[in-house]
């Protein structure tokens, strides 16, 4: 949680002067993660020997390296290895040396990942001529069958960087009985990189170490409230435990407490089948009463807009679906998130289970802590149901909570696709029987424009009766919610490419969150016949791959324009850098694109930039893929400054926006914000003039 002021978001639109043509681009500064002890230069010398000795060895293993197979066993466990150097490699990097022990520490790293490697290459030939002898191998990898506190590794599918994550086995847990999962979310620790994040998992259990499961803890991309990149960190980590612990897919318990105790109450609510049950402790769960801004402090209409991507009241309903039992301590300024949601709870004639630490300031009580436990033990005790289920779903954006019905449902075949209006309430209640003979699907719904089904039995949608068509793939509905068109297969694939749909809804921050669909930086290999539009780019796109290493922990793909390939092109979000003269892919694109962008002007509708001095940025579904963005000049939309506070680590930009260069980039913004807004559901140009006036409209009713 904060540890600084939060600073007032007016400063958002504090005049700067405009640069001069021969100015240099100004520096912006670090907040996260805060220097630490600059050790000598002998010192930080030999360190950084040692991990470049341990990383040129480790890469025999490496499945990074192209053309080789990740299938291939030899390579499967290379990120419970290079956690270790990857980490000390970090802090040298960024001085995140924050105690004297800490270089000590890192040798023991090192040390811990050498012994690891060693264990690797006994396999030698086995691990990569010997099915049977590999399997073997790896089974007895001396930190696979550890008890007590273990660090583990994976690779991400988001930039393929090494992420760390913590486990607890109980030394008397059984190891081939499916068993419980706890995903425990951290609390906030600007300290906590992943060289802090690994000595801490390597001494402390955590708030909660139950004895009858697993549990995991998730580094969450380091400090990011669990939200965009550290969301997918989540989802990875807790899949990595599943599979290599044999956990209960239907035994997930989610906790967290602090910055984790938000993270624990907006996965829940936006997620809810994916867990058994859910206990958050403290944290936040919305933006604006949270960080105290006034109405003379408002930021732009779309940034309030896009708060309901995590704000959880917007999906109270969700948690109906699944047992909640929340934490704050009496004394705690933070009780005001619990406070909030136990009130969202009774405008449904609902009670929250909320338990109150007796004079606890932010930390729980040993009684609150019992009772948390025990609840949640008892709640995986008991069986999910499966012939009957029935469910009230909220949402603000399509592709979010969604992935509930792919995930953790899939056998019920039920999908919400498709809204009408985005950030805009959504509302579908849904009854499923099964009597294994025959299921029936009933919805009732609002402001949903696509489902999608698949059974053997009846649909019954806003009382309209439907029979099962094998080659029926879905419904589309009118804005009235009435007329109901049953679409075939080629139909459906026809409409849902038009939409903005679960797997393509933008805004740009959607490109950053994973999903399945990496990243790829292009680099411009030409240069812009602007000076300004040149420099800026140039600033803009470094400022990007620094701070994601910095604050997201992992280095950033990149790639020259005439490198990329189709299979990176059909793979990948493309994050385009430059302009039409500098990147061929960006000439490519920008056709493409709703806001006009050529030799002469900008043009968002009616509204005309001169292009030696604006650039747009935006977000818009790849027409030579099925399922990926291009994104022109722009990374994740909040940046430093708003690293200060996790509930200010919100979208700052919607789908696109134009920005006027010759205002520096800051902390807060990539220059002057001169235009932006959503487009449509068809991905369509819409003038934000009325796009803002009906917003404020809304708001007042």
């Not at 030939?125 to 790896?138: R, Y």
């Not at 259990?205 to 139950?210: C, E, I, N, R, V």
């Not at 620094?546 to 604050?551: G, I, K, L, T």
Request: net charge neutral; aromatic share 12%.
């Amino acid at each position: 949680m904060p540890r600084f002021a939060l600073l007032s978001l007016l400063t958002l639109f504090v005049f700067t002067p405009p640069l001069r043509a021969a100015d240099p681009l100004p520096l912006i500064p670090r907040v996260l993660p805060p220097v630490g002890i600059v050790l000598p230069a002998k010192q930080k010398q030999v360190l950084y020997a040692k991990v470049e000795q341990l990383e040129k060895e480790m890469a025999e293993f490496d499945p990074r390296i192209e053309n080789r197979d990740r299938e291939n066993m030899k390579y499967r466990y290379f990120a419970d290895v290079a956690i270790f150097p990857k980490a000390v490699r970090y802090a040298l990097d960024y001085d995140e040396f924050y105690q004297k022990s800490d270089a000590a520490e890192a040798e023991k790293l090192l040390e811990m990942g050498r012994q690891r490697l060693a264990e690797l290459k006994k396999g030698g030939p086995e691990a990569e001529d010997n099915a049977i002898g590999s399997l073997l191998f790896m089974t007895n990898l001396s930190w696979r069958k550890q008890k007590g506190l273990v660090v583990r590794g994976y690779l991400s599918s988001l930039d393929n960087s090494v992420q760390p994550y913590g486990v607890y086995v109980p030394e008397s847990l059984e190891t081939t009985k499916d068993k419980p999962l706890y995903v425990w979310l951290h609390g906030r620790n600007e300290k906590g990189t992943d060289m802090q994040f690994l000595f801490e998992r390597m001494k402390s259990k955590g708030k909660f170490a139950l004895e009858d499961g697993v549990t995991v803890h998730p580094f969450g991309r380091y400090c990011n409230a669990f939200k965009f990149m550290g969301e997918n960190d989540v989802h990875a980590a807790t899949s990595a435990a599943f599979n290599e612990y044999q956990t209960d897919f239907f035994k997930q318990v989610l906790m967290g407490f602090s910055m984790g105790g938000a993270g624990c109450w907006h996965l829940a609510a936006r997620d809810p089948l994916r867990y058994c049950a859910a206990a958050p402790g403290a944290g936040f769960v919305e933006s604006r009463i949270f960080l105290g801004i006034r109405d003379d402090q408002l930021p732009p209409w779309y940034e309030q807009k896009l708060w309901s991507w995590y704000d959880v009241p917007g999906y109270t309903q969700n948690l109906f679906n699944i047992p909640v039992i929340a934490y704050s301590g009496e004394k705690d300024k933070q009780k005001q998130a619990a406070d909030i949601m136990e009130a969202e709870y009774a405008k449904y004639g609902k009670k929250l289970n909320y338990v109150i630490g007796k004079g606890m300031g932010h930390d729980y009580d040993q009684a609150s802590l019992e009772q948390i436990a025990a609840f949640v033990q008892q709640v995986h005790q008991q069986p999910r149901p499966i012939v009957t289920m029935e469910m009230d779903y909220q949402s603000a954006k399509i592709g979010l909570t969604s992935s509930s019905f792919i995930g953790a449902i899939p056998f019920f075949g039920a999908r919400i696709v498709a809204h009408h209006e985005e950030w805009s309430p959504n509302e579908a209640h849904f009854k499923i029987t099964d009597d294994t003979k025959n299921q029936t699907i009933t919805f009732t719904t609002k402001n949903i424009r696509m489902l999608a089904t698949k059974g053997n039995g009846d649909v019954i949608i806003n009382g309209h009766k439907f029979a099962n068509d094998p080659d029926s793939a879905g419904f589309e509905l009118s804005l009235d919610q009435q007329t109901i068109t049953p679409l075939k297969t080629k139909e459906w694939h026809a409409k849902s490419k038009q939409l903005k749909h679960e797997q393509l809804s933008g805004t740009i921050d959607d490109a950053f969150c994973g999903g399945g669909r990496p990243v790829l930086f292009v680099k411009p290999t030409g240069k812009s016949k602007h000076p300004a539009i040149q420099a800026w780019v140039e600033h803009e796109m470094q400022y990007q791959i620094d701070r994601w290493r910095r604050c997201f922990r992992g280095d950033l793909p990149v790639k020259n324009d005439n490198e990329v390939t189709v299979q990176d092109i059909k793979s990948k979000n493309l994050i385009l850098w430059g302009d039409p003269d500098s990147n061929s892919l960006s000439k490519k694109y920008a056709a493409q694109f709703p806001i006009g962008w050529n030799a002469e002007q900008i043009s968002a509708g009616e509204a005309k930039y001169d292009v030696a001095k604006h650039v747009p940025v935006g977000i818009y579904p790849n027409p030579d893929s099925h399922f990926t963005y291009f994104v022109l000049n722009s990374g994740p939309t909040f940046r430093d400054e708003h690293d200060r506070n996790n509930a200010n680590q919100t979208p700052k930009l919607p789908d696109w926006a134009v920005i006027d260069v010759t205002t520096p980039a800051d902390g807060k913004s990539p220059g002057r914000v001169v235009n932006a807004g959503f487009f449509d559901n068809n991905w369509k140009f819409v003038d934000p003039a009325k796009q803002q006036a009906d917003w404020e409209k809304r708001a007042k009713e």
